[in-house]
């Protein structure tokens, strides 16, 4: 079993930054792919940006160049990095680790960019 704990999530001006942490409370952590998710009001959850096991990246195409993921092993934790925010950021952001048939989600963290 997985507890997943994210944590950053705040209200930041647009062209601001934050850097969200998701915490694994789990063991084997460096066996999980991990993924940032968003969900916006009245919209479906999407991809953010994923790192495999392995460390290779992937980003949804409305955050490349401005989000990084990153993972410490050995802290357990997943990060994302998010630079010139824009208002249409605005969303509860989800962790997720998986592992073959396996999910988990952490309770999310709210992002708000408004001026």
């Known amino acids: 079993q997985v507890q997943l704990v994210e944590s950053g999530g705040a209200l930041v001006q647009p062209g601001g930054f934050l850097k969200l942490s998701c915490a694994s409370s789990g063991s084997s952590f460096s066996i999980y792919d991990m993924g940032w998710y968003r969900q916006a009001p009245g919209k479906q959850r999407e991809l953010v940006a994923g790192i495999t096991r392995s460390g290779s990246t992937n980003y949804a195409d409305f955050v490349k160049g401005r989000f990084t993921i990153s993972r410490d092993n050995a802290k357990k934790t997943v990060y994302l990095q998010m630079n010139s925010l824009k208002p249409e950021d605005t969303a509860v952001y989800y962790c997720?680790?998986?592992?073959?048939?396996?999910?988990?989600w952490g309770q999310g963290t709210q992002v708000t960019v408004s001026a």
């Open positions: 997720n680790a998986g592992f073959k048939a396996l999910s988990f």
